[in-house]
Structures are given as C-alpha cells and as structure tokens.
T-cell receptor
Framework: GIQVEQSPPDLILQEGANSTLRCNFS?????LQWFHQNPWGQLINLFY???GTKQNGRLSATTVATERYSLLYISSSQTTDSGVYFC???????????FGQGTRLTINP | DTGVSQNPRHKITKRGQNVTFRCDPI?????LYWYRQTLGQGPEFLTY????????KSRLLSDRFSAERPKGSFSTLEIQRTEQGDSAMYLC????????????FGPGTRLTVL
C-alpha cells in the first residue's frame, strides 16, 4: 500500500517562530489532507490540497503531486498551535485515507 | 452544517462485553468511514459505506466487529466480546461524492476495555 512519511516527528519552538512540516508519499494521490488533532482527539481539517498552494490566515500548504510531497507552513506560531499535525492521502483508485505518523508541535511561550 | 457527530464520546467496558457506537454524518454526505486510532499512532482505516452499501473492510476488522448503515444515514459499529487490545479512539468521517473528496471527522469515541 501507499506509504506516508512525515517529518520531523517532533518540533519544539518558541512563540512567534515559523515552522515547516513535510509529508512525503509513495504513490499518486487524488486526495491529500492536513489535520490538526486537538487535545480531545478530534481531527480538525486544515487543508484539502491534492495539488497546488492554499493559504488560510497564518497557515499555508503546498502540494507538489509530481514529486510526491506536501508542506505545511505555520507562521508566527502561537501556543494554541501546539498539538499533533497529520498528513493523510488517498491513493488513486482507493477509497480510504492513509495517515502518516504525525508531527508533534510544541510552542512554548 | 452541524458536522459529524459520534456517541458516546467515552465508553468504559469490561473485557468480554459488547459495545456499540453511533455515527451521524454530515446530512448530504453519501460516504461514511470508520477509522481506529491507538495511542501515538495515526488513524487506521476500518471500513467505509457508500450510501447503505459497505464496500470495503480492512483486515483490522476482525469477525468480532460489525458495521451497519441501514438507511444510508447514520452508522453503527459494534464490537462483540471486547478485548483489551480493542482500547482505542474510534473515529467516523463522511464525505460527499466519489473518490477523492475531502473527509470530515467527528469527535471520536474513546473506548477503554478493562
């Protein structure tokens, strides 16, 4: 099946710093989503981005489908950005999301 | 748009008991998915429905697990004869249309088997 690798596994930053999270995947996809998992376990949709670039406030994402990677950028980090960020992909012809292992982001005040 | 809802949010049970979880998808969504997440891992696919038809089941879904979506609206996931290894967060998601659509997740049901 498709492999999804996220890096780094852990990231610790000071408030106000910028961060870049990476997601590599091993096959062609027709869906790629970024999620933030809150402390209660709910997956919050950040981006639906099988290709191209999108921005939403301090967050932006870019997926280069031909090179099989996606990047999530967080600018001017706030403590509320802390948590686990997941990348998930749906391979062409499949009907399910395959998740990476996540990046645990800690923003210190 | 009320989002995906799941009940109960938490369930504690003794080994050997049966449990049932419910998921209500976003109303116009025709696809419904179940995932399971254990501590420190990303969610893993269990099964999905298109309308009332269950179209795919993961090998993770043992014979003790059964899922239904009787009228193409809400879905239930039942685990019979629970084991301690079933302790996990059970997540439901829904999407609209065909393959490749964005999936939206509910808050999950956290199961603890004692």
């Amino acid at each position: 099946g498709i492999q999804v690798e996220q890096s780094p596994p852990d990231l610790i930053l000071q408030e106000g710093a910028n961060s870049t999270l990476r997601c590599n995947f091993s096959d062609s996809v027709n869906n790629l989503q970024w999620f933030h998992q809150n402390p209660w376990g709910q997956l919050i949709n950040l981006f639906y981005i099988p290709s191209g670039t999108k921005q939403n406030g301090r967050l932006s994402a870019t997926t280069v489908a031909t090179e099989r990677y996606s990047l999530l950028y967080i600018s001017s980090s706030q403590t509320t950005d802390s948590g686990v960020y997941f990348c998930a992909v749906e391979r062409l012809g499949a009907q399910k999301l395959v998740f990476g292992q996540g990046t645990r982001l800690t923003i210190n005040p | 748009d009320t989002g995906v809802s799941q009940n109960p949010r938490h369930k504690i049970t003794k080994r050997g008991q049966n449990v049932t979880f419910r998921c209500d998808p976003i109303s116009e969504h025709n696809r419904l998915y179940w995932y399971r997440q254990t501590l420190g891992q990303g969610p893993e696919f269990l099964t999905y429905f298109q309308n009332e038809a269950q179209l795919e089941k993961s090998r993770l879904l043992s014979d003790r697990f059964s899922a239904e979506r009787p009228k193409g609206s809400f879905s239930t996931l039942e685990i019979q004869r629970t084991e301690q290894g079933d302790s996990a967060m059970y997540l439901c998601a829904s999407s609209l249309g065909t393959s490749g659509g964005a999936q939206f997740f509910g808050p999950g049901t956290r199961l603890t088997v004692l």
